[in-house]
DNA sequence: TTTCTCACA
DNA sequence: TGTGAGAA
């Protein structure tokens, strides 16, 4: 398929998934006239590098684990390399704390809004923002 | 419709 | 990390 297609098939705009390819995370062929060609395996994968890159990981460390996430139970990199090791933990442990951040604020709003509708439906006021835990900054 | 590149937030 | 514009 074009990039037109894909595009549509995976709500992703043209002009990124030219610079995913540019990152090195696509590697569509080309037909003669040099329109890019990607496979159906390519809107999986399109998926998938738009869900790292929410998780917050940068393109350079999802173009060395992109292969390794593929099918998890295949070892890829049957002598893997030290850092590879420690690249994946340490992603590993950002997303972990990084949830816990998502949790935490996602409590505070939830207890908020809680807080708010039942205001709203007994004619008192809402609690202070000040006694509720203040909402934390997500690691950068 | 697609390509590319340059500039920019 | 992503976008806009212009030209082919």
Do not use: W
Request: net charge positive.
């Amino acid at each position: 398929m074009r990039i037109g297609e894909l595009s549509r098939r995976t709500g992703t705009p043209r002009r990124l998934l030219r610079y995913y390819e540019e990152q090195g995370l696509l590697l569509p062929s080309r037909c003669r006239n040099g329109y890019r060609a990607y496979d159906e395996h390519a809107v999986d994968r399109v998926m998938q590098i738009r869900g790292l890159l929410d998780a917050g990981l940068p393109t350079r460390i999802i173009k060395q684990v992109l292969p390794c996430l593929d099918k998890p139970r295949t070892i890829h990199f049957p002598r893997p390399e030290p850092e590879m090791i420690a690249t994946l933990r340490d992603e590993r442990d950002r997303m972990t704390e990084r949830i816990r951040s998502l949790t935490r604020n996602r409590d505070a709003i939830s207890e908020y809004l809680d807080a708010v509708l039942r205001a709203g439906a007994t004619g008192t006021t809402a609690p202070e923002p000040s006694t509720r835990p203040a909402p934390e900054a997500e690691p950068s």
